[in-house]
């Protein structure tokens, strides 16, 4: 961002160059032609960036000859020294809500290289505009270069030519009423309009020093003068800080009774060609090189004196004619007074609609509306910077009891106190804000130590102190962290206030950070649960057979039933995927139904071709204990004789098997009193005691493959084989699960395990794919080719 001297440098140098307000002109016309044919765009433009406005020298393709300043991309170009590129302004967001790229031309696409004029100051630029985003390099922007130098090139001759010319007093006085009526006509910045017609009249008179200043009146009516330009004299060593004085806050002259006030008595030009001898002098700024001779030309509003134009140290004295002649300038003059404050008024009402729909009316922190406009700022800056965002959501604890018990007016200086410290323990980039209520939020750079987050819980826990109450609360937080979490403003305010209700759950008066991949998980759930009726309905399920083998004889004696959901965006997917989910839902019950009905069908083929197998089923821990559990499996094998129902194994989790041992023992008893045979499943996961295995009524142990596949290492054979020696002493069967190396298989024989299942053998596959690999089965070399890769 240029300083703001070398920014009155800059226009004063546009007002030199006389361009402002031309009419077009064929040598920069053709360069904006180049430009818009060679890179085939909608819009080329010479354009140039004054006070307030943005104005087309040339233009191609666009329809209005200028714009606001606050909505050029070309003010952003003549802030570096190189091609501005915006390859998509709707992901930009410096632009994204752009009057400009919201509405017509609707632009999409921009680059701008800076255009500087002879003194080198970048006074606006050439730039190439498109409706579509575009991809350009460096490289393939040298041609706009090499047009913007033309440019440059022709404005210097244009200026040296200028520079020789002669003008006479009326030509110059021409020229400044129009440079006056220029800047008021499309400056709404009256400091730069006031800056140029000050340097005018110095220029037209020959004077040393000036100022313009308004006229303003007290409350008695007595009035007062506010400088509005004054000549820059900071150079001088013994009024340094004069003109800073000016620029910072303003000067006001409160004593009239002098040389200065003596036009805004009178209402007439005053004029003294010797102030040492003139007993009206006084008033200069103490500091003020010496003033020899002065004008003062009241300016009026029609009869109304509202301003006043001071005039110094002219070669030669000054004249009362020299005022008349420059009567349509000083008409300018109270045109511009008139019109500051018009828009002094409107930008105050202004400011305070903007301060209303943006901050916070009590704490003056930025509101919800701001915060989303600052946030979205800082993710953008993140990722430039490649850097992280935190957001702290912030809500006090028992703030409702203080407002129920003192009053709204010591709930509001709570609030007050609350926010003014949450300002202090930031640092300056850091943001605060309220969101309404008792609810805060900050956002914060790049933090690196989590101590953070209790710094700001602790400056809250402290008392506060009004009137006569001393007043202790704490505050609940939720933390959410940008890219850990890489989702957009809203989003991420979201789950800081998630993780806000996590805090308060787990007691207030501490923070919780939120869990991304718990989130996920739950996000993952809701997808699976809106999905899983149409994929019931519209046969999208499948069970998968993996053959399982007797090691006694060597013979495929039957196969597990694995469901699988041929998803029509994401392919095949297995349990894993969405089982979890789904568990102890309304779809548990259906999805079981689903595999247990299959299964039964798939025996009856079974026993009507003759061959031999049996098939196992995974139950659903919470359809197993539900209430419609047994009717369903009276249901189900109800017309079946007993050759089915002794080929299906239920297979339930011993983890379940745990949970209600009271359901657990008589929905196993009813099975058995179906004819079917239970096996428990994962052994040896769910720590169950001796007495529950002893009275569990289950034909089957099937032991879990954590323990099988590491068994040849470790305490894992040890407990294979205590699980082995367990169930023959009760006389169960023993599936091993999960063996994958024929080295297990052969440990498996020699302890006595019955059967067997893995991918040493076969993965889940298809019924028809299973069935024909069984039929082809020989053992010892039926492996699986890819466990054996």
Same mark, same amino acid.
């Given at each position: 961002?240029?300083?703001?001297?070398?920014?009155?440098?800059?226009?004063?140098?546009?007002?030199?160059?006389?361009?402002?307000?031309?009419?077009?002109?064929?040598?920069?016309?053709?360069?904006?032609?180049?430009?818009?044919?060679?890179?085939?765009?909608?819009?080329?433009?010479?354009?140039?960036?004054?006070?307030?406005?943005?104005?087309?020298?040339?233009?191609?393709?666009?329809?209005?000859?200028?714009?606001?300043?606050?909505?050029?991309?070309?003010?952003?170009?003549?802030?570096?020294?190189?091609?501005?590129?915006?390859?998509?302004?709707?992901?930009?967001?410096?632009?994204?809500?752009?009057?400009?790229?919201?509405?017509?031309?609707?632009?999409?696409?921009?680059?701008?290289?800076?255009?500087?004029?002879?003194?080198?100051?970048?006074?606006?630029?050439?730039?190439?505009?498109?409706?579509?985003?575009?991809?350009?390099?460096?490289?393939?922007?040298?041609?706009?270069?090499?047009?913007?130098?033309?440019?440059?090139?022709?404005?210097?001759?244009?200026?040296?030519?200028?520079?020789?010319?002669?003008?006479?007093?009326?030509?110059?006085?021409?020229?400044?009423?129009?440079?006056?009526?220029?800047?008021?006509?499309?400056?709404?910045?009256?400091?730069?309009?006031?800056?140029?017609?000050?340097?005018?009249?110095?220029?037209?008179?020959?004077?040393?020093?000036?100022?313009?200043?308004?006229?303003?009146?007290?409350?008695?009516?007595?009035?007062?003068?506010?400088?509005?330009?004054?000549?820059?004299?900071?150079?001088?060593?013994?009024? *340094?800080? $004069? %003109?800073?004085?000016?620029? !910072?806050? +303003?000067? /006001?002259?409160?004593?009239?009774?002098? =040389?200065? @006030?003596?036009?805004?008595?009178?209402?007439?030009?005053?004029?003294?060609?010797?102030?040492?001898?003139?007993?009206?002098?006084?008033?200069?700024?103490?500091?003020?090189?010496?003033?020899?001779?002065?004008?003062?030309?009241?300016?009026?509003?029609?009869?109304?004196?509202?301003?006043?134009?001071?005039?110094?140290?002219?070669?030669?004295?000054?004249?009362?004619?020299?005022?008349?002649?420059?009567?349509?300038?000083?008409?300018?003059?109270?045109?511009?007074?008139?019109?500051?404050?018009?828009?002094?008024?409107?930008?105050?009402?202004?400011?305070?609609?903007?301060?209303?729909?943006?901050?916070?009316?009590?704490?003056?922190?930025?509101?919800?509306?701001?915060?989303?406009?600052?946030?979205? *700022?800082? $993710? %953008?800056?993140?990722?430039? !910077?490649? +850097?992280? /965002?935190?957001?702290?959501?912030?809500? =006090?604890? @028992?703030?409702?009891?203080?407002?129920?018990?003192?009053?709204?007016?010591?709930?509001?200086?709570?609030?007050?106190?609350?926010?003014?410290?949450?300002?202090?323990?930031?640092?300056?980039?850091?943001?605060?804000?309220?969101?309404?209520?008792?609810?805060?939020?900050?956002?914060?750079?790049?933090?690196?130590?989590?101590?953070?987050?209790?710094?700001?819980?602790?400056?809250?826990?402290?008392?506060?102190?009004?009137?006569?109450?001393?007043?202790?609360?704490?505050?609940?937080?939720?933390?959410?962290?940008?890219?850990?979490?890489?989702?957009?403003?809203?989003?991420?305010?979201?789950?800081?206030?998630?993780?806000?209700?996590?805090?308060?759950?787990?007691?207030?008066?501490?923070?919780?950070?939120?869990?991304?991949?718990?989130?996920?998980? !739950?996000?993952?759930? /809701?997808?699976?649960?809106?999905?899983?009726?149409?994929?019931?309905?519209?046969?999208?399920?499948?069970?998968?057979?993996?053959?399982?083998?007797?090691?006694?004889?060597?013979?495929?004696?039957?196969?597990?039933?694995?469901?699988?959901?041929?998803?029509?965006?994401?392919?095949?997917?297995?349990?894993?995927?969405?089982?979890?989910?789904?568990?102890?839902?309304?779809?548990?019950?259906?999805?079981?139904?689903?595999?247990?009905?299959?299964?039964?069908?798939?025996?009856?083929?079974?026993?009507?071709?003759?061959?031999?197998?049996?098939?196992?089923?995974?139950?659903?821990?919470?359809?197993?204990?539900?209430?419609?559990?047994?009717?369903?499996?009276?249901?189900?094998?109800?017309?079946?004789?007993?050759?089915?129902?002794?080929?299906?194994?239920?297979?339930?989790?011993?983890?379940?098997?745990?949970?209600?041992?009271?359901?657990?023992?008589?929905?196993?008893?009813?099975?058995?009193?179906?004819?079917?045979?239970?096996?428990?499943?994962?052994?040896?996961?769910?720590?169950?005691?001796?007495?529950?295995?002893?009275?569990?009524?289950?034909?089957?142990?099937?032991?879990?493959?954590?323990?099988?596949?590491?068994?040849?290492?470790?305490?894992?054979?040890?407990?294979?084989?205590?699980?082995?020696?367990?169930?023959?002493?009760?006389?169960?069967?023993?599936?091993?699960?999960?063996?994958?190396?024929?080295?297990?298989?052969?440990?498996?024989?020699?302890?006595?395990?019955?059967?067997?299942?893995?991918?040493?053998?076969?993965?889940?596959?298809?019924?028809?794919?299973?069935?024909?690999?069984?039929?082809?089965?020989?053992?010892?070399?039926?492996?699986?080719?890819?466990?054996?890769?």
């Amino acid at each position: 961002m240029t300083s703001q001297f070398s920014e009155k440098q800059r226009l004063s140098a546009i007002q030199r160059l006389g361009l402002l307000d031309t009419p077009p002109e064929e040598r920069f016309e053709r360069l904006t032609r180049i430009a818009r044919q060679y890179y085939q765009v909608k819009i080329a433009l010479f354009s140039i960036v004054d006070e307030e406005r943005q104005w087309f020298k040339s233009r191609q393709g666009m329809a209005i000859p200028e714009t606001a300043r606050e909505f050029a991309f070309c003010d952003y170009t003549i802030r570096q020294d190189k091609v501005l590129i915006v390859e998509d302004a709707h992901a930009d967001p410096r632009f994204r809500r752009n009057p400009y790229v919201t509405g017509e031309p609707h632009i999409r696409f921009y680059a701008g290289q800076p255009v500087r004029e002879p003194g080198g100051f970048k006074i606006g630029s050439l730039c190439i505009i498109d409706d579509k985003p575009r991809n350009v390099s460096e490289i393939e922007l040298d041609v706009l270069r090499n047009l913007a130098s033309i440019i440059e090139d022709e404005l210097e001759r244009a200026f040296i030519a200028n520079d020789d010319s002669e003008y006479i007093e009326v030509s110059q006085l021409g020229r400044a009423i129009h440079r006056a009526q220029n800047v008021f006509l499309t400056s709404s910045h009256e400091r730069a309009a006031f800056e140029q017609m000050l340097s005018d009249f110095l220029g037209l008179t020959g004077s040393e020093f000036g100022l313009i200043g308004e006229v303003l009146r007290r409350p008695d009516n007595t009035p007062f003068l506010k400088i509005c330009s004054i000549t820059n004299i900071a150079w001088n060593p013994q009024t *340094q800080g $004069l %003109y800073q004085e000016v620029e !910072r806050r +303003g000067m /006001v002259f409160e004593n009239l009774e002098n =040389l200065l @006030g003596k036009p805004i008595e009178t209402g007439d030009v005053v004029i003294s060609d010797d102030l040492s001898n003139d007993p009206r002098s006084g008033g200069v700024p103490a500091g003020h090189p010496t003033i020899e001779s002065y004008m003062g030309i009241p300016v009026f509003s029609g009869d109304q004196l509202i301003g006043l134009v001071g005039l110094a140290n002219r070669i030669g004295g000054y004249d009362a004619r020299m005022a008349d002649e420059m009567r349509p300038l000083l008409h300018t003059v109270g045109n511009l007074i008139e019109r500051k404050q018009l828009y002094q008024e409107k930008r105050e009402n202004q400011k305070k609609l903007e301060k209303a729909a943006n901050y916070d009316a009590l704490t003056g922190l930025p509101n919800r509306r701001r915060l989303t406009d600052l946030f979205e *700022q800082e $993710l %953008y800056e993140a990722d430039q !910077r490649k +850097g992280s /965002v935190t957001v702290c959501f912030i809500d =006090l604890d @028992g703030f409702k009891s203080i407002n129920d018990e003192h009053g709204h007016a010591v709930g509001d200086a709570v609030l007050k106190g609350v926010s003014q410290r949450l300002k202090e323990a930031v640092r300056g980039h850091d943001l605060i804000a309220r969101l309404g209520g008792d609810e805060f939020v900050a956002i914060l750079r790049d933090v690196e130590d989590p101590r953070v987050y209790n710094r700001l819980l602790e400056v809250i826990r402290q008392p506060i102190s009004f009137q006569h109450y001393v007043l202790q609360l704490s505050a609940s937080m939720g933390v959410a962290i940008y890219p850990e979490d890489n989702v957009d403003a809203d989003l991420l305010l979201r789950h800081a206030d998630q993780a806000m209700y996590a805090a308060k759950e787990s007691g207030k008066n501490r923070y919780k950070l939120f869990d991304v991949e718990s989130h996920l998980s !739950r996000k993952e759930r /809701v997808r699976v649960l809106e999905q899983i009726e149409s994929a019931l309905e519209e046969n999208q399920l499948e069970l998968f057979y993996q053959p399982r083998l007797s090691l006694q004889n060597g013979r495929v004696d039957g196969f597990e039933a694995l469901i699988r959901w041929h998803h029509p965006d994401e392919g095949l997917l297995s349990p894993a995927h969405f089982l979890e989910h789904i568990e102890y839902t309304e779809h548990a019950r259906a999805l079981g139904l689903f595999v247990l009905n299959t299964a039964v069908s798939e025996i009856k083929r079974f026993v009507s071709q003759g061959v031999p197998y049996t098939l196992s089923v995974n139950l659903s821990p919470s359809h197993f204990l539900s209430d419609q559990f047994q009717s369903d499996i009276r249901d189900i094998l109800g017309p079946c004789n007993r050759e089915v129902r002794s080929r299906l194994i239920l297979e339930v989790l011993e983890t379940t098997a745990l949970d209600d041992i009271d359901r657990v023992l008589e929905n196993l008893s009813f099975c058995r009193s179906q004819g079917v045979d239970i096996a428990l499943d994962d052994f040896g996961t769910g720590y169950s005691s001796l007495n529950h295995f002893r009275k569990l009524d289950v034909q089957e142990i099937k032991i879990d493959r954590s323990f099988v596949s590491d068994m040849l290492d470790g305490d894992d054979g040890m407990i294979v084989e205590a699980i082995l020696k367990l169930s023959h002493s009760f006389k169960r069967r023993v599936v091993a699960e999960g063996i994958e190396h024929p080295a297990v298989e052969a440990r498996l024989i020699e302890l006595g395990c019955e059967s067997a299942q893995g991918y040493l053998y076969s993965r889940p596959l298809p019924l028809p794919d299973a069935l024909a690999w069984a039929e082809q089965f020989v053992w010892g070399t039926h492996h699986d080719p890819a466990m054996q890769s």
